[in-house]
Each structure stands twice: as C-alpha cells, then as structure tokens.
C-alpha cells in the first residue's frame, strides 16, 4: 500500500528576523505543524544565531539582514517594533515577489505606518499580534506550545491582500491559535488597557519598591504576596521591547493612563472617607471580569 504524501507546507521558506521568546516559539510551532519547507533565523546578536542552530529552531541563521530573506516566501518581524521600520528598509530590495512580510509586535498602527511604505508592491504585509508571552526572553526561552488557545489579531492594512490576509489566519490556526482581525487603531486601545497599562503598573510598583530602604526592601522581597510576585514577574519582561511599545503607542497609553489616574483617585476618596460600600461595589464589579477571563480559558 502507497504511503500517504505528506500534505505541501504552507511555506516553502520562512525567515525570522528577530530570534527571540516569540520569534523561536513561531519558528517551533511551525515547525512542530509542519508548517515550511526551511526555517531560517535572523538576529543581530551573535550568541542568538548560533543558538538558533543549535536548538534546532532554524536550518540556517545568519545576522545579514538581505541574506536572511532572500528567496523567502514568509517573513516574520519578531524585533522590538521600535526597529521594525528600519528593517523594512534594508530587506526591501531583497524580498521575493509575492512573499508575505507579517510582525508580532504589541503595537500595530506605529508598525504598519513605519513597515508599509518601504515595501514594493509585490509583496504582501499583514501584521498580526499573537496574545502570549512570558517574561522570559531569547531563542531558549520559546516553545512550540506558546500560542496554544491563545488569540493571535490581525490587523490588515488597507487593499491588503485577503488571500495573504487568509494565508497569515491560516498560519495562526494551524499553530494552534484562535484568530482575530481587527482595526490597527482600535488594537492598539484594546491593549493598551490589557496589557501596556498592567506592565506599566508593574514597572512602576517594582520600581517603588527598590527605592525603599535597605530593610524595608529586603522584607518586602522576602515576605512577597501572590500580588507583588506577579507584578514582578511581569516587570521581569524585556526592557528594550516595552520601551519601544510605550514610545510607539503613547497616545492610547496616555488616553487610558488618563482614565486609570481617575479611577484609582476615586478608590483613594472612598479609602479616605471610609466608604466600604463604593470599594466593595468596586471589588465586586472586577472579581465579575476576573471570572469571565477565566470562563473564557485566557487565565
């Protein structure tokens, strides 16, 4: 009995510019799904290119940018969105006609206004956004199971192409992702409350903590509740990245920082006041979105 062909890649070559927790962790799942043909890691850090190899993350790994994407019919952006423009740019000339240019990054207008105008029309760009991470960071750090029930938005600019739209949806399924497409604008203020404000949160309480004085600070350490844990965990994550996400989505960071400042001077007037019932109406109406989260199996 013939044996069943195994079905064509989505990808006959895909390229990662930017080999880090969430590049690896594409370049694993697709690999895991079968998903290209060959797997090729871009990083400007050396160690980060010979680990790519190493951990069998990609086939081949290089830090030249035009030598990376050369024949490439996917390339994924997984650098600090802050560089995402420049290497547009450089990669230009050197992409393959028909190739699909997608990111990861956490701001999505910033990237496509940066990305968009350098690449020639022939080339397909779908920027997409997958909800996961950890605070862990470099190729070591990704797994093939990160995006697993995790929702990945995309985020098509205008007169992109559906067929490249569907092929990046299709990537995301395939790695085991729930998909999305939504408005770059209207992205970017969604996360700026679910996630660049909780890490701006955690930057700043961790931050109060080490300007305690030396006892204070130790026994804050040692005696660590589940809350302060979990704000240092997220204030753990990269400090390159989440500079560049604050500077390039500071518009709706500032909008929603502006309503969060509002908010928490309310809690401080009840707590001043002694206005148990407007805290625990507060407390009441957030414990019911915890439980939705964990209804919908994002905790």
């Given amino acids: 009995m013939a044996k069943a062909r195994k079905p064509k890649p989505l990808f006959d070559r895909a390229c ?177 409350i679910t996630s660049h404000l909780p890490h701006l949160i955690a930057y700043t309480i961790v931050g109060t903590a080490t300007d305690l004085s030396g006892d204070l600070k130790q026994e804050v350490i040692k005696y660590s509740a589940s809350g302060f844990r979990d704000f240092t965990r997220i204030a753990a994550s990269d400090p390159i990245m989440w500079r560049d996400v604050f500077l390039n989505n500071r518009e709706a960071v500032l909008e929603i920082l502006q309503r969060f400042t509002e908010d928490l001077t309310a809690m401080q007037r009840a707590i001043r006041k002694g206005d148990g019932a407007t805290l625990e109406g507060h407390f009441a109406r957030t414990r019911a979105i915890r439980r939705s989260i964990i209804d919908a199996k994002q905790a």
């Fill in 16 to 192: 990662f510019i930017g080999i880090g927790l969430i590049g690896s962790s594409v370049a694993r799942a697709m690999r895991r799904a079968g998903l290209a043909g060959t797997y090729v890691a871009c990083d400007k850090n050396p160690k980060h290119v010979k680990a790519a190899v190493k951990l069998g993350v990609a086939d081949e790994a290089t830090s030249n940018y035009a030598k990376a994407v050369a024949g490439a019919d996917l390339i994924v952006l997984a650098t600090p969105v802050g560089t995402n423009g420049e290497i547009a740019r450089v990669i230009a000339p050197h992409l393959k006609k028909g190739a699909i240019v997608t990111d990861v990054g956490s701001v999505k207008r910033m990237v496509i206004d940066a990305v968009a105008p350098h690449l020639p029309k022939d080339v397909h760009f779908v920027p997409a956004h997958p909800i996961a991470g950890t605070e862990h960071s470099g190729p070591e750090a990704g797994f093939a199971e990160l995006f697993e029930n995790r929702w990945s938005i995309i985020t098509p600019p205008k007169r992109a192409s559906a067929k490249a739209v569907a092929k990046v949806a299709e990537l995301w399924r395939k790695m085991g992702a729930k998909v999305d497409t939504m408005d770059p604008d209207h992205h970017d203020m969604v996360l700026a």
